[in-house]
Structures are given as C-alpha cells and as structure tokens.
C-alpha cells in the first residue's frame, strides 16, 4: 500500500494546499466544489472578526458563519458562561428534565419578543428544526393541511423545509413530490419588477397574486394553516419587501385565519438594525422561529415563539435530543443580555447604513446592477448587462475569489451572482472599512477594460 503523506505541521508552509486537498478526499462534493460556495482555505483558528487559515494567513469574515457569529466568534463572556454550564448541566433532554437554563431562556425570549401576543417557547436545535416546529404548529393548530410559502425563501435543507421553502430549484430536485402541502407564492423582489410598478406596487401585485389567482385556483383559503415568510430575505440576496406587502400579508393572514409565521432564523437578534426583522414593519407575528446567532455563536440552538393558539392549545409532537441543550440555552440567555447590554442591533443600524452608503456608489461600475442593505446584511449584485439585468454568477465568482486572495470573504452562497456583507455585528469599524476596500478593487478589477 501506498505510505499517506505525512501532515504537515500548522503553520508550515505548503500546509494549506495539504489540508484542502484532504478536505476534498474526506468530505462529499457538494462540501466544497467551485460550483457549491467555499472559499478554499481550512481554518486553524478564529476570533471575533477574523479568520485564520493553516498557514497562519488572516482573514477577515464578512459572513458571521451564515449570520450566526453576531456577537462575534468566541464572545469571551458567552464563553465562560458555557463552560460553567457544560460542567454544571452537562446534557439533559428537556423533554424527560426540565432544567433551569431552559427556563431562564423561555423569560429571557420573552423580555425581547416583538409581540405581547407570544407568549410560549419551543426549542429545538437548529432554525431548520425552529422552522419545521413552527409550521407543524400552524398546522397542527389549526387542522389545515396546507401552509403558504414564496419562492426564493430559505428555511433549511430538511425535507420538510425544502417542500416548503423554494430558495432554489437545485436545492428542491429530486425532492419535489414531498412539496403536497406546501403552496409558494411570489416574493417582491423588487429589483426585477416591471419597469413600470413601484415598489410598493409590486408589493400590492404579490399580494393580489395570493388573492387572485392563488386563492381561487390553487388552494381554498380555509384548507391554509399558516403563511410562513422572511420579513428580510438574505439567503436570496438580501431582499427587504416592500412595507405594504408585508402589512397586507399580515391583514390576508387575519381574515382567513392563518398563522402569520416570521422566519426571523437569519434576520433576527440584531441582523437588521433592530432585535428582529419582522419590527421594520410594525406588524406582529403569530409564530416566530429563530436560531442561528441565537446560541451566541457558540452552541447550536433553535427556538419557536408562538402565541396561545398556537402553542398553549394543542399537542405538537415535534422537537429532537439536543434542542434546549442547556449549556445552549445559557449561551443564548448571556448573549441576549450582551446584545442588549452593548446596544448591538443599535451599531448595525449605524455600521450597516455606514457601508450601505459606500456600497451604493458602486452602483456606477458596470458589472453592479443592484446594492441593497438592512443593517449588517448588504447584497451586491453582479449582471454582465445592466438593461436586461442577467445574472452574472462567472463574474460574482471571480469577484469572491479576488477578494478572499486579499484576506477577505464575503458571504457567497446558493444566489450565486450576489456577494453579501454580512459580518459579525461587533466588527470594528476600521477592518470594515478595510474589507470593503477589498472588495471596491476586486469589483472595479473585473469591469471591462
Ligand atoms: N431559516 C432561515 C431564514 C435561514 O436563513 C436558515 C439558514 N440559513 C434556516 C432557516 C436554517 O437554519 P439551519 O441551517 O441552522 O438549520
């Protein structure tokens, strides 16, 4: 048999090529081909807002890992509080012992929830699961079968939430038939809008699209349970509808009885500028699923808030071993307080509306066709013709890997033409600055000559 070479050493040089190749032999295609999403580096180490590769090459995280790092990679006070919890609670199914950081968690949710109206909590262990949970109560509680969702939403790669959620067709191939009870309508994306609409009228046309044609010739409107939405919809590109559409919605919900669901997995807990996505709009939710940084960037962790109806009338059977892990649920309850305590959806507003400035101005270059931000959740998009915007996922690509040579990487997923800002909210503002300089060069590096 062939002798496996040897590994080398962190930090020697060559090492970064070795890792990644082993990378590539251990783990599946879809993990790290060009054509899925990654950067090619293996990370030996990180903290806060950077990154650092296995030949101790910095670089500077513009993704907040999917948005989860909000507070930054390893929060020392998050930190602490979770090693005093591995080693006090170790792990307890909440189902069999209810334990005290669960409870902790459930006021603590509550202290920060965008409505009076929720009042329980569910917890699970990713927003995969947080959003499943929140659709098998709508259903459950309200005994219809069906749930409204829109294309180009992201609510996780289960089975259940690729039937409902339609990010993308890829994600959804070969999974088609499991989508019966879900029926997806149109997000106002408004930078295709017809040319004539505004905004706002694009926002009343989805609207009108449930109405119209949905209601009358898809499904009967008391055969619905829930409409489940992103009130800012990132993975797609960072798109923030239209206020009367999301206002509308909340009014359609109302009047057929559905669960009106906000999946505020990516967008909550400071995201936007606010605590939650959904404030933006001045509607409440009747369900809210969360996770991502909701484990303070440290522990996996999910959760539902619902209201009475939703949750304080029915046996739901759902949730899984980990959810609730307490050692998660005392990260989630110390980083919440953190947030609140060092004003953190506060400084998105100011460091995102910051860079959304700069950001705007590439709109001059010819390969930007759209920039768009909420917060620290920014997309820019690459069209190789501004009039007929055509996605140009080749030259998105090259952009990224410019820019991850120089030390930065931007979010860079399944809208494969949109680079996204997306950093941890605790980034300081010059090595913003600085990442946004890379990434000026590597965009006007590919316009034309
Ligand atoms: N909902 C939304 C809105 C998300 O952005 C995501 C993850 N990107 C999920 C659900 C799924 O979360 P997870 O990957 O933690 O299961």
């Not at 262990?125 to 005994?143: M, P």
């Not at 992201?154 to 019966?180: C, K």
């Not at 605790?426 to 600055?433: A, D, K, N, Q, R």
Request: hydrophobic content about 45%; proline content about 5%.
């Amino acid at each position: 048999m062939a002798k496996k070479a040897a590994r080398p050493r962190i930090g020697a040089k060559g090492a970064a090529a070795w890792y990644w190749k082993r990378y590539t032999e251990l783990y599946p295609k879809y993990f790290w081909a060009d054509d899925t999403k990654l950067a090619d580096i293996v990370v030996a180490s990180a903290k806060g807002s950077l990154l650092y590769d296995v030949e101790g090459r910095e670089y500077i995280d513009l993704t907040s890992q999917w948005a989860t790092n909000n507070l930054g990679n390893v929060h020392p006070e998050v930190l602490e509080a979770t090693k005093d919890a591995l080693e006090r609670y170790g792990f307890l199914i909440l189902f069999m012992n209810p334990h005290l950081p669960m409870i902790d968690l459930g006021e603590k949710l509550l202290e920060i929830r965008p409505s009076k109206n929720l009042t329980r909590v569910f917890l699970e262990l990713s927003g995969t699961g947080a959003a499943e949970g929140a659709v098998k109560h709508a259903i459950e509680a309200s005994g219809r079968p069906l749930i409204l969702s829109f294309m180009g939403q992201y609510h996780g790669l289960s089975i259940g939430a690729t039937a409902f959620g339609s990010l993308a067709a890829r994600m959804r191939r070969n999974w088609e038939a499991f989508s019966g009870g879900a029926v997806h309508a149109p997000y106002p994306m408004t930078y295709r809008k017809p040319e004539a609409m505004t905004d706002e009228a694009f926002g009343e046309w989805c609207l009108g699209f449930i109405e119209d044609q949905i209601l009358r010739h898809v499904a009967y409107p008391d055969r619905i349970g829930g409409v489940i939405f992103e009130p800012v919809a990132l993975e797609a590109g960072v798109w923030i509808p239209p206020r009367n559409f999301v206002r509308g919605l909340r009014k359609l919900a109302d009047a057929h009885g559905w669960f009106f669901i906000a999946d505020e997995v990516e967008a909550g807990l400071g995201r936007t500028g606010k605590m939650w996505g959904i404030e933006h709009f001045g509607v409440a939710p009747d369900l809210m699923s969360i996770g991502k940084a909701l484990g303070g960037g440290l522990m996996p962790l999910g959760a539902v808030l619902g209201d009475e109806r939703a949750m304080g009338t029915h046996d739901v059977i759902a949730g899984t071993t980990f959810g609730g892990h307490p050692a998660a649920c005392v990260a989630a309850t110390v980083s919440i307080d953190v947030m609140r305590r060092d004003r953190i959806p506060e400084r998105a507003a100011r460091l995102g509306s910051k860079a959304l400035k700069r950001v705007k101005e590439w709109e001059d270059l010819p390969i930007v066709g759209d920039t768009r931000g909420l917060g620290l959740a920014i997309g820019v998009e690459i069209v190789s013709d501004k009039a007929s915007k055509a996605r140009d996922n080749e030259t998105a690509r090259a952009v990224f890997f410019e820019c991850v040579r120089h030390g930065v990487i931007p979010l860079y997923d399944y809208e494969m033409n949109v680079l996204r800002i997306q950093p941890p909210l605790t980034i300081e503002g010059p090595l913003l600055e600085k990442a946004l300089d890379v990434m000026e060069t590597a965009l006007r590096k590919q316009g034309p000559a």
